[in-house]
């Protein structure tokens, strides 16, 4: 068990399935307790935290609006009375070629996967500061470094969120937080599996498969290949590592 995680409290965005499912089970393994964000009823991720004898709550939230995350903030308060971890998980990923992207296309993937993170990090940092000591993870993404098409709008927003860690991380350095990021590859989760696989392949199993071939490790990446990354940057053993991105794709 990493060092320091007992008992502290932890919020996680898209928590009702997938990677963010895996990083509040993981969490509260390690004695996190968890509040649950998402667009959807988060009872299944409820019950893992349960399991693990930490104390949950579910709470629904668009992260992309000011007001639904200010009443989730809120909401979240009233139970814990504070949040000591924020791990901004919470993304889409719509494919759309360039010249049919409009700009309610380009808004629908800013708004929730940078002011998203943006919003919830600035709900709970004032918090942080006044017991000076915090840790923010945010999603970043292997395609930052990747050659794929269609997807200007979502790697734009990665690119963003690579940006904001780095920038955050310096201005609340003096109050004990750290701000680093997580960069995936392609992951075998809910979300990916309803996606289009990419022009070039029949099926997201075929998508899965050919990224996996360009990855030093040979295999699909799931959720739990990234729980102990997680793990590790909200401990008190990541306490001198920040604003840094951290690439857990197989290396790809």
Known sequence: MAKGH????AIITGAANGIG??????LAEDGVHIAIVD???GKDTVKLVEAAGRQALAVKCDVSSETSVAA????VQSKFSHVDIVINCAGVFPQKNFPEMTFADWRKVLSTNLDGTFLVTAAFVPGMRSRKWGRVVNMASSTLGSVVTGFAHY?????GIVGFTR???TDL???GITVNAIAPGLTRSPGTLVREPRPGFKTMDDEFNAVAQMQAIKRVEVPDDLVGAVSFLTSDDAAFMTGQTLNVDGGR
Request: avoid cysteine; charge should be positive; charged fraction near 35%.
């Open 6 to 9: 007992k008992d502290k409290v």
């Open 21 to 26: 499912q895996a990083f509040a089970r993981r």
């Open 39 to 41: 667009l959807v009823d």
């Open 72 to 75: 989730m903030a809120k909401e």
């Open 155 to 159: 790697v734009a927003s990665k690119g």
């Open 167 to 169: 920038a955050l991380a």
């Open 173 to 175: 350095a003096p109050d």
